[in-house]
């Protein structure tokens, strides 16, 4: 039997038809008349492409902004909520990709934390390359490696998180949460550098590409980010560095884009837009 993935929001998106072809009855949430989107992050962004959210994560981001307000996961139906799911088989998946797919040749594999479901995916990406030999990106925390599953993958997106993420008692309290499991564990989890230099030796060795991509929200990060991560990994060049505005509204990203810009200039990295978020706002599907 096919393994079953388990996604979050609207699993495999933007889509117009079924798995049989068939158009769905509600246009996607870009209002275009086609199926997919363009990666809005990274070394890829512009890049058209259709992405498959999987539910769940082990880390549990709430960010600080300079102004002192708060700003949470993007994606919290994916990480802090999970409680709307869709499961659904490999095979099923694969003909709904396959439906949906025109002239799009990327595959954006996201979550939440998607490497979660490592065994699944491995079927998944192996069943991608294989019978429709796109080009498969992961967005991952740089928590969880897998060789098996890095061997289909094309481009590794890191993004580990930095102290500024961790949600401490005042963040909590300002947004009503409480002090549970993930939230307790999330700044002991977050970087895993022996993790995060294996996923960069097999892209080495293996003719693959990744990307570090820093969430960027005040000025001391720049320091963490030297010393805590660049400091103790190998194997990277400047035009693997992305750095990218702290934010899941345009509102937000406009406050910290100018610092974010000036940083990857300083230090010759690469800054990175979020194209979708300014073009459709903090909108699931887009
Ligand atoms: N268009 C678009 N680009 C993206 N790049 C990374 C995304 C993510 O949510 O991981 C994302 C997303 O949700 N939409
Ligand atoms: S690692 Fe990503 S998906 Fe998980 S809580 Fe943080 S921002 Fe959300
Ligand atoms: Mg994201």
Same mark, same amino acid.
């Given at each position: 039997?096919?393994?079953?993935?388990?996604?979050?929001?609207?699993?495999?998106?933007?889509?117009?038809?079924?798995?049989?072809?068939?158009?769905?009855?509600?246009?996607?949430?870009?209002?275009?008349?086609?199926?997919?989107?363009?990666?809005?992050?990274?070394?890829?962004?512009?890049?058209?492409?259709?992405?498959?959210?999987?539910?769940?994560?082990?880390?549990?981001?709430?960010?600080?902004?300079?102004?002192?307000?708060?700003?949470?996961?993007?994606?919290?139906?994916?990480?802090?909520?999970?409680?709307?799911?869709?499961?659904?088989?490999?095979?099923?998946?694969?003909?709904?990709?396959?439906?949906?797919?025109?002239?799009?040749?990327?595959?954006?594999?996201?979550?939440?934390?998607?490497?979660?479901?490592?065994?699944?995916?491995?079927?998944?990406?192996? *069943?991608?390359?294989?019978?429709?030999?796109?080009?498969?990106?992961?967005?991952?925390?740089?928590?969880?490696?897998?060789?098996?599953?890095?061997?289909?993958?094309?481009?590794?997106?890191?993004?580990?998180?930095?102290?500024?993420?961790?949600?401490?008692?005042?963040?909590?309290?300002?947004?009503?949460?409480?002090?549970?499991?993930?939230?307790?564990?999330?700044?002991?989890? *977050?970087?895993?550098?022996?993790?995060?230099?294996?996923?960069?030796?097999?892209?080495?060795?293996?003719?693959?590409?990744?990307?570090?991509?820093?969430?960027?929200?005040?000025?001391?990060?720049?320091?963490?980010?030297?010393?805590?991560?660049?400091?103790?990994?190998?194997?990277?060049?400047?035009?693997?560095?992305?750095?990218?505005?702290?934010?899941?509204?345009?509102?937000?990203?406009?406050?910290?884009?100018?610092?974010?810009?000036?940083?990857?200039?300083?230090?010759?990295?690469?800054?990175?837009?979020?194209?979708?978020?300014?073009?459709?706002?903090?909108?699931?599907?887009?």
């Amino acid at each position: 039997m096919d393994k079953i993935l388990t996604l979050a929001g609207e699993a495999l998106f933007p889509i117009t038809r079924d798995r049989h072809g068939n158009p769905l009855p509600v246009p996607p949430s870009t209002g275009f008349s086609v199926p997919g989107t363009i990666q809005g992050e990274g070394k890829l962004a512009g890049m058209p492409s259709l992405f498959i959210r999987l539910s769940g994560c082990n880390l549990r981001c709430i960010w600080r902004l300079e102004d002192g307000s708060f700003s949470r996961c993007d994606t919290p139906f994916a990480s802090f909520d999970t409680r709307e799911v869709v499961r659904i088989e490999v095979g099923e998946l694969m003909e709904l990709l396959q439906a949906n797919l025109d002239e799009t040749k990327h595959v954006v594999i996201t979550g939440g934390e998607p490497m979660l479901q490592k065994d699944a995916l491995i079927e998944l990406t192996r *069943r991608i390359k294989g019978e429709l030999g796109l080009h498969i990106s992961i967005e991952t925390n740089g928590t969880i490696f897998s060789r098996e599953l890095a061997g289909f993958i094309d481009l590794y997106s890191i993004s580990p998180k930095l102290r500024n993420s961790d949600p401490d008692a005042e963040k909590l309290s300002a947004l009503g949460l409480q002090m549970s499991g993930p939230f307790k564990y999330h700044p002991e989890k *977050r970087k895993n550098l022996e993790v995060i230099q294996s996923f960069i030796d097999f892209a080495r060795n293996n003719g693959k590409d990744f990307q570090l991509k820093f969430v960027i929200g005040r000025p001391e990060d720049e320091h963490e980010i030297k010393e805590e991560f660049l400091g103790k990994l190998h194997s990277w060049k400047p035009g693997d560095i992305l750095l990218m505005p702290l934010g899941s509204a345009s509102e937000e990203l406009r406050k910290s884009a100018r610092l974010t810009m000036e940083m990857a200039v300083r230090n010759g990295w690469r800054y990175s837009p979020r194209i979708h978020i300014d073009l459709f706002g903090n909108r699931q599907g887009v």
